[in-house]
Structure formats: structure tokens, C-alpha cells
């Protein structure tokens, strides 16, 4: 394809590349959903067609992603930075702490946004390490008496993930799951809490999966306004207010094409071939590509990388977008290079992204 019409292909870690099969399917429900005589964005979320399609997408999701029968599956409005604030609200009763693991630029967040509204403190930190590595779980120092303990499964900025999810700890653990939700099997029985912004694996923006064990609900304190209130969320089935209906009926379209994929170990299988392919391709130029996350935690869905120097960086960047591959630029806090492949990219597409990194290696003087 060349002009307009040529589709790029985005390694973009916030707003992923989407299959072309999800988007014809919804393209083609977009003005006339199931026969109702109504286009997606008018369908009231009052009316039986709205429940009986949130059913299906959280029948769908508990089902892909193996959410034990004693959780609550709430669809949230907003992205996780939301759920940074409200999870301290929910969980933290008066008179706790709460614990967390700093592991890097959404961990942090997570711990400011606990931080700002009651007592918080560090149960590891990987920033000595630049946080190129996690902090193993032997190494943590969890208050027993902790509200919760939080941690990030995978850091999105610096490419890092938790290999094993540990069990037995002294606090119920939380995860902010966002980028890894879906492309990877995670024991989510091993989580009180489990949350993850739909931006990566799950599709659209601005809208929040949070997976919460129903007996955590109670502890939210009674003078909590209603709407900032998982309890609350939990009772009206996710339409304690107007609901973004027409991301979450995106949300439910991924959700049906992971599925008719082979479901979740199709995608932990692919995410697993696309990391190698990619991780290969840039092992094989040492002289050329840098590598700074510690193998053993790296990530399997944000590939961080850098170049020589800025210059080159910067260099690769206009030569990819040349051959249709963009959104390779780091995150801004951190600079350098990053390929995000989460479930809705094509094997296809990391084979591209090698056979260009090699390409541009061969032809970069060392
Ligand atoms: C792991 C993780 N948590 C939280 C966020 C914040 O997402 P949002 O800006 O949608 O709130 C991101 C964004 O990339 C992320 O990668």
C-alpha cells in the first residue's frame, strides 16, 4: 500500500497496534449493532441490550483470563493513574499502611498517588539498579500489618517484568497488571487485587479492568463519596453512573478476537515468539544495540533499547517510520528506543521490526 491508505504499523507502548480483523468487525458494528436499528454509541446503558452485552464481555474476560468465582470484575472509566488514587481510598482502612515495590516510572506514581492520602512506605526499591532489574522477592521487607502490598507486573518505561508472581506473602498483593494483563497467564488467585488500564493488550483507552476479591470490598470507609467506591461500583454492575459505552464495547471486540485466537495461551505463546524474535535481532549487534534491562527480568512485551548515542537513535527512529514501523521512541522520561508488542500485534509484525533492525545495524558504521 503506499499513500493514505498505506497502515502502519505502531510499537507504540499507549496506544497498541490493533488486528485489522478487530477493526473491520467493529467498523462494520459501528453504526448498525445487532439488529437494534441503533448505532454502538446510541445504544442507552440502561436498556437490555447494554446488559446483555457487558455480561458477555465480562463473561468473556473472566473466562480468558481465569478470574477465580470469588472476585469482582469491575469496568472503571479512566486509565490506571485513576486506580493509583482510588485503591488507597478502597483498601487502606484508618489507622494502616500500605507497602509497595518501586520497580519504576508507574510503580513510583502508584506509591505518590498512596502516599498523598495516608501512610505508605517501601517494601523494595530497584532504583539503586536504575531499575533495570526487579528486586527479587526474598529481598522484600513486607510489613505484615500492610493494608496491601503493591507492585507493578510489568514497568512499561524500563522494560522490566516479575518473572515468578510469589506466593505466601504476609499482605494481600495488588498489582497494577496494566501491560501484561492478557499477554502472559498470570495466577491472578494469587492477587487480592488486580487492575489493568485497557490501553495494551485489551484494546482502547481510558477505561480500567479491575479484578478485586469481594470480601476486600467492605474495607472501603463509609465517608468515601459513592463514586470513588469499588463497593459501590460492585453493587450497580459497573453503571453507578454513565458508563463509556463505546470503549468498552471496543474492549468486548478485542476480548472476542483474543478468544477465536486460542485465548490466553495463544497469546502468552505469541507473546513469548515475538520477544525472542525481537530480542534476537537486536543480540545479535552488540556493536550497534544496547540492552539495558537485566536479562533475566526482562520484559517480554516492552523491549527497551538504545543505539550508540541520541543521534543514531534518532537516526533509526526516521528510518523506521520510512519503512512503516513507528512508535519506537522510549518513553519521554527515560529516552532511547522501546518496540511494545502487545497481544493485538501479528508475529508478522516483529519479524519486520528484526529484519529491520538487522538491516539498519548492517549499514550503521560501528
Ligand atoms: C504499568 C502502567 N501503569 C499505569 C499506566 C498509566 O496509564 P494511564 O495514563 O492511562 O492512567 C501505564 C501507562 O502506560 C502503565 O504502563
Do not use: C
Amino acid at each position: 500500500m503506499s499513500g493514505p491508505e498505506r497502515r502502519l504499523l505502531t510499537f507504540s507502548a499507549g496506544a497498541p497496534h490493533w488486528p485489522d480483523e478487530v477493526l473491520a468487525a467493529a467498523a462494520a458494528e459501528f453504526t448498525a449493532f445487532r439488529g437494534t436499528g441503533l448505532a454502538v454509541p446510541e445504544l442507552g446503558h440502561r436498556t437490555r441490550e447494554w446488559a446483555t452485552l457487558q455480561e458477555e464481555i465480562e463473561g468473556r474476560f473472566r473466562r480468558l483470563a481465569g478470574v477465580p468465582g470469588d472476585r469482582e470484575v469491575l469496568l472503571l472509566p479512566g486509565g490506571p493513574t485513576w486506580q493509583f488514587a482510588l485503591l488507597p481510598m478502597n483498601l487502606r482502612s484508618p489507622g494502616t499502611s500500605a507497602d509497595y515495590v518501586l520497580t519504576g516510572h508507574w510503580a513510583r506514581k502508584a506509591f505518590d498517588a498512596a502516599r498523598a492520602t495516608g501512610p505508605a512506605r517501601l517494601a523494595a526499591s530497584g532504583e539503586a539498579d536504575g531499575f533495570s532489574r526487579v528486586p527479587s522477592p526474598e529481598t522484600w521487607q513486607v510489613d505484615p500489618s500492610a493494608a496491601y502490598l503493591h507492585v507493578t507486573t510489568n514497568n512499561t518505561v524500563y522494560g522490566t517484568w516479575m518473572r515468578e508472581i510469589p506466593v505466601d506473602l504476609p499482605a494481600p498483593l495488588v498489582a497494577d497488571a496494566t501491560s501484561d494483563l492478557l499477554a502472559r497467564r498470570l495466577p491472578l488467585e494469587r492477587f487480592a487485587v488486580v487492575y489493568a488500564g485497557a490501553q495494551k493488550n485489551l484494546g482502547p483507552t481510558g477505561l480500567t479492568v479491575v479484578v478485586v476479591r469481594r470480601d476486600l470490598l467492605d474495607r472501603a470507609p463509609g465517608g468515601l463519596p459513592p463514586i470513588l467506591r469499588w463497593r459501590d461500583h460492585a453493587a450497580a454492575r459497573s453503571r453507578l453512573n454513565t458508563p463509556p459505552t463505546v470503549l468498552a464495547w471496543l474492549l468486548g471486540r478485542m476480548l472476542e478476537w483474543i478468544e477465536e485466537e486460542g485465548g490466553l495461551d495463544e497469546m502468552d505463546r505469541r507473546t513469548r515468539e515475538r520477544a525472542r524474535i525481537v530480542y534476537e535481532a537486536l543480540e545479535a549487534h552488540p556493536d550497534v544495540y544496547r540492552l539495558p534491562a537485566a536479562r533475566e527480568d526482562r520484559s517480554l512485551v516492552n523491549v527497551v533499547f538504545r543505539t550508540r548515542d541520541d543521534a543514531t537513535d534518532r537516526e533509526l527512529l526516521a528510518a523506521a517510520r520510512a519503512r512503516g514501523l513507528v512508535g519506537l521512541e522510549g518513553h519521554r522520561s527515560v529516552g532511547g528506543l522501546r518496540a511494545s508488542m502487545y497481544a493485538g500485534m501479528p508475529i508478522a509484525g516483529a519479524r519486520r521490526l528484526a529484519s529491520f533492525l538487522h538491516e539498519f545495524a548492517e549499514r550503521s558504521p560501528a
